[in-house]
Structures are given as structure tokens and as C-alpha cells.
């Protein structure tokens, strides 16, 4: 199946912005995220679909997952 995957801030450096990946049926959110080498500290914010999910959602064919950090500021 195939899912689009799109970093923000900190998160694209060294990677990408948006990316469209095949993965095995049953792929996690957290699966992707290990994958990616994203540090499981930052992650702030994950997006499926423009829904609000965890790590533990499973994704679907034509999914888009959005990752976002813990933003930080005043």
C-alpha cells in the first residue's frame, strides 16, 4: 500500500518534506516513525487523514500522515 508522509520543522532536516512510501498491510504510525529515525521525544503533533491519532493507528492505502515536533516558544 501506499502512504504519504509529510515532516515539519525540525523533522525535515536531513529527510524530506513530503513523500509518498509502499509499506506492508498492517503498518503502525509508530512503525513509520522508527523508520524514519524521528526522535520519539519530539513528536508533538501526528495527523492521520487530518484526524488526531497515535502512534498505534493503523494505516490504510491512500493515507496521508502528517508529523509534526513539540513546538516550543512564548
Do not use: W, Y
Not at 39 to 56: C, K, V, W
Amino acid at each position: 500500500m501506499q502512504v504519504t508522509i509529510r515532516l515539519h520543522g525540525v523533522f525535515r532536516i536531513d529527510r524530506f518534506k513530503e513523500k509518498t512510501i509502499d509499506c506492508p498491510s498492517g503498518t503502525q504510525i509508530r512503525d513509520i516513525v522508527e523508520q524514519l529515525n524521528l526522535p520519539a521525544n519530539l513528536l508533538g503533533t501526528i495527523l492521520l487523514n487530518d484526524s488526531f491519532r497515535d502512534g498505534d493507528a493503523l494505516l490504510k492505502d491512500g493515507d496521508t500522515l502528517v508529523l509534526l515536533p513539540i513546538l516550543e516558544g512564548g
